[in-house]
Structure formats: C-alpha cells, structure tokens
C-alpha cells in the first residue's frame, strides 16, 4: 500500500512528494516497524512513474527479501539542476559542469545539508508521529547522487541513520569534502553500511573509471572507520534503476539480516 502527501522543506521553502510503502498486514498488525527513507521517490515504486520507465520495485524487493519495513520515498526536485543541489552537500568545482555539459556560471550543489536537516528535523518526526515506527531503527539508502547524499547523512547524524546503503555512488562530486568528512566523523554508531559501483557505470563525460577509481577512493577512507561495511565491485553493472533493482533484496538482507 502507497500512501501520499505533500510537505514543506522549511530550510529551501520548497513543497515536496512523500510517498510511503507500508507493509502488507500494516493496518491489521499492532507491530512497529523499521523506517527505509530513500531518494528519487518517484522512481521507487511503479514503472508508469519512474523518470525513466522502469522503477526499483521496492515491493517487490522487499518480498524477495522477507523483511517488513516502511520505506519513505522522497521525490527528487526535477527542475533544471535542482537534483544535483539538493543531493550535493557541497558545492562542486567548475570541472564537473563541463563534464556534465552545465552552464559553469551555475552552482552545481549546496544544498545538501538543508535537504538532510528536513529529513531528521521535519520529515522523520511527522512520519514517526504518523506511522508505527520503531523510532531509533532509521536507515536511508539512495542511488548516484542519492548515494553521496545518503553517505553525508550517515557522516552528519550517525546516532540517527545507522544502517546506510549507497548505489552507484558519485562522489566525484565532491570527492575531496565527502572523504575529509567522513574521516572527521564519529561513526561508531553505524550498525550497517553498504555502498558499491558498476563496472559499467556512465554519466556524461563521466564513465565506469572515475565512477570505480572514485569509489575505491572512498573505500580507503571507510577502512580506517572500525565499522561493519560492505563495499562490492559489480562486474557488468550500469547505471540505472533495473541494475539497483537487482541487487537491493540482498543489500536488505545484509542492512537488516546478516549479522
């Protein structure tokens, strides 16, 4: 079942679509349960929604699974770049416009921080006050520039978002800022954290090299954390929403399963 509505982000004055997957005996079940919040909402859940056709199928994913959680889809903002900044928690350097094929005299990021702040300060405690949750079993997961931003929100509120998945990630975004950040925070209270890339991943100018060579880089800095992380190179993977569709049951498996 998908529940809908709309809501404020104070910090941007910007309105945006929540879309909540509850579990099947949700309405019957005096159970609470654990909270997914996931980006790129419209492409969470059916294909006719989907910005490209075809959807993660997260019930589907969540079937395979066998795991009883409410996701939170938060749609993305599609205006001009406004992806890009709202998922970017930095603002990116020059080189990465042209390599995008962007107007340099636009700034690519910067908003990160605010969206993130909307996500614990507003959004988490109405869903929590709306929804049976289990308050303190919070996880977030997102895919490209939904996998830097959910790697961020990890790195800013640990004691919050304490099982983390991030897809395809494209920290070249701001490699340098997302590293030192993560080596600076205190992530002791991470119970999971998965992040991996393709081998055939391609953004623009921006292929399966920057893409590996980026993540592996990341990886480096995760090494020192004393943290249960997996990290995987997949073989033949591209970028889209069938790839992480793919393999998001058995990342479920590993966030809430596998000990």
Request: aromatic residues 12%.
């Amino acid at each position: 079942m998908i529940e809908k509505f709309t809501i404020n982000i104070s910090g941007l004055n910007r309105e945006r679509l929540i879309r909540v997957c509850l579990p099947k005996r949700y309405e019957s079940s005096n159970k609470n349960y654990p909270v997914l919040y996931m980006h790129d909402g419209q492409n969470l859940y059916r294909d006719e929604d989907s910005f490209f056709g075809s959807s993660w199928r997260i019930a589907d994913c969540l079937e395979e699974s066998g795991l009883e959680l409410i996701v939170v889809g938060i749609d993305c903002n599609s205006e001009g770049t406004k992806r890009f900044d709202e998922y970017g928690p930095w603002v990116s350097e020059k080189s990465i416009n042209r390599g995008l094929s962007i107007d340099e005299s636009i700034d690519l990021g910067g908003e990160g921080e605010q969206y993130i702040d909307f996500i614990v300060e507003e959004l988490k405690p109405y869903i929590d006050d709306k929804y049976k949750t289990i308050v303190d079993d919070t996880a977030i997961a997102g895919s490209s520039s939904g996998g830097i931003i959910s790697t961020y929100a990890m790195c800013k509120y640990p004691s919050i978002f304490k099982r983390v998945a991030a897809l395809s990630n494209a920290y070249w975004l701001s490699q340098k800022e997302i590293e030192d950040f993560a080596k600076k925070s205190d992530l002791s209270d991470i119970k999971k954290f998965y992040f991996d890339v393709g081998t055939k991943e391609q953004t623009a100018t921006f292929g399966s090299d920057v893409y590996v060579n980026s993540n592996v880089s990341f990886k480096n800095v995760i090494d020192e954390k004393n943290i249960d992380y997996q990290f995987k190179i997949i073989d033949g993977a591209i970028h889209n929403e069938g790839a992480w569709r793919e393999r998001f049951p058995d990342i479920l498996q590993y966030l809430y399963i596998n000990q």
